[in-house]
């Protein structure tokens, strides 16, 4: 495992700890960029229109379509970092 692999796997784990929750707009930042950084660009179909959660999460995900993988780990684990600082 590289070190930005174990960073962004600790990044991970260090998210479920936050003592305050984010608002939804960082939120959907932190899904988009540990989905594009573990997934890649995003699969499968935009979830339906009554599904507004999952579209929205889709609709994050989407926005980095293109970004590298490296990138959106570094991405995630400097987002995380603030949030816990």
């Known amino acids: 495992m590289s070190?930005?692999?174990?960073q962004f796997a600790q990044a991970a784990k260090d998210?479920?700890?936050?003592?305050?929750?984010p608002d939804?707009?960082?939120?959907?930042?932190?899904?988009?960029?540990?989905?594009?950084?573990s997934e890649g660009d995003v699969k499968g179909d935009k979830p339906?229109?009554?599904?507004f959660v999952g579209?929205?999460?889709y609709e994050a995900w989407e926005k980095l379509k293109g970004m590298d993988s490296q990138q959106a780990k570094k991405d995630y684990i400097a987002l995380v970092g603030k949030l816990t600082a």
């Open 24 to 37: 939804n707009t960082v939120k959907l930042k932190l899904y988009a960029l540990y989905k594009q950084g």
């Open 55 to 57: 579209g929205a999460k």
């Open 48 to 51: 339906g229109f009554f599904d």
């Open 15 to 21: 998210v479920m700890t936050l003592t305050e929750e």
């Open 3 to 6: 070190d930005l692999d174990a």
